[in-house]
C-alpha cells in the first residue's frame, strides 16, 4: 500500500463529505490502484445503492492521488489537477453500501501537462463502470 485512508489527504484536495477512495494501492506513473468502501453516510447514496457520479469520482481521485504521489517521489509537492472531459462512459452495474471498490486507471497518453488516462471500478470481480478522462495537472 502506497497511501493508506489516514494519509489520503495529503494527496487528493476533496474534503469530507466528497472524498471517494480510502487507500493508494499501488501507483507507477502510468498505473493506479486504489480501493473504497462504500459507507451508508455517503452522499451519492440512493436506496443503499451508490450512484454513477460517485464512480466517477473515484476514478477521478484515483488519478489526483496516484500522480500526487508519483509527484511526491520525485518533486515533493502534489500539484493540483483538473477533469477536463470524460467519455466512453459506460455503467454496467452499481454497488450497494458496504461494498468494497476497487479501482484501477492507466495513463494511455500524455501530451505535456494533459493526460489522458483509462478507469475501471471493480467489486467482487464485476466491473461497474469504465471511462475515459482527460486530466490537465496544473
Do not use: W
Amino acid at each position: 500500500m502506497k497511501i493508506s485512508k489516514e494519509n489520503i489527504k495529503s494527496v487528493i484536495p476533496q474534503r469530507e463529505p466528497f472524498i471517494m477512495i480510502d487507500n493508494l494501492v499501488d501507483a507507477s506513473p502510468t498505473q493506479f490502484e486504489s480501493n473504497f468502501q462504500v459507507s451508508n453516510e455517503n452522499i451519492f447514496l440512493k436506496n443503499e445503492i451508490l450512484q454513477e457520479p460517485a464512480l466517477i469520482e473515484n476514478i477521478a481521485q484515483t488519478c489526483a492521488a496516484g500522480f500526487g504521489f508519483v509527484e511526491s517521489q520525485s518533486e515533493g509537492k502534489p500539484r493540483l489537477g483538473f477533469i477536463g472531459a470524460v467519455s466512453k462512459l459506460e455503467v454496467h452495474s452499481l454497488p450497494k453500501v458496504n461494498s468494497i471498490i476497487n479501482t484501477y486507471v492507466a495513463v494511455t497518453h500524455q501530451l505535456e501537462n494533459i493526460f489522458l488516462v483509462k478507469g475501471e471500478n471493480f467489486c467482487n470481480g464485476q466491473k461497474l463502470l469504465e471511462c475515459e478522462m482527460k486530466i490537465v495537472i496544473n
